[in-house]
């Protein structure tokens, strides 16, 4: 499996591919700069979800729906609707996948700025986005996942089947 590109969401696919068992010597993440994950830093510090346990215990209504409204606002109705669907659809499980597979810890539930209920889960303790990109190199790092820096990918080509056949990078 090569990975094109170093930011968060190649790190979390290898993460995960791993996780539902690929070989981590057979991951490649292709990272055209020098740090990994480097695009959590510029994220809110916390992480989003609707319909969850702990709306549900302190008596919030949220859905998918209503959390897709909000992302569609915010974004001033020009987001791609089916990316904001999908984000919305699996907030809980990447709130969860967090927790589980980083072990990020949750402090109190929290309403930020765009939402219109609270779904909002920052860290107990820290900056969830620090943490996070912390906990994920550290588990990238542990699984061994092969990373090549300074490397981008130029090119795929295929067979005439449609398979893979060859990638160059740069």
């Given at each position: 499996l090569v990975i094109a590109g170093g930011d968060s969401a190649g790190l979390i696919a290898a993460v995960?591919?791993?996780?539902?068992?690929?070989?981590?010597?057979?991951?490649?993440?292709?990272?055209?700069?020098?740090?990994?994950?480097?695009?959590?830093?510029?994220?809110?510090?916390?992480?989003?979800?609707?319909n969850t346990d702990e709306q549900f215990q302190a008596n919030l209504t949220d859905d998918f729906e209503i959390y897709l409204s909000d992302i569609m606002t915010a974004g001033n109705n020009t987001n791609n609707s089916d990316m904001a669907a999908y984000v919305s659809e699996n907030s809980e499980e990447a709130k969860d996948w967090l927790a589980d597979t980083l072990g990020m810890e949750y402090g109190d539930l929290a309403q930020e700025a765009g939402s219109s209920v609270a779904r909002s889960f920052p860290a107990k303790e820290g900056n969830l986005n620090e943490l996070a990109q912390k906990a994920l190199l550290k588990k990238v790092e542990e699984l061994k996942i092969p990373v090549e820096y300074k490397t981008e990918l130029k090119s795929v080509a295929y067979d005439e089947e449609g398979a893979l056949d060859r990638i160059t990078v740069t």
């Open positions: 995960q591919a791993a996780a539902e068992g690929m070989d981590p010597s057979k991951i490649l993440i292709l990272a055209p700069g020098e740090e990994l994950a480097a695009d959590m830093a510029e994220m809110a510090p916390y992480v989003n979800a609707a």
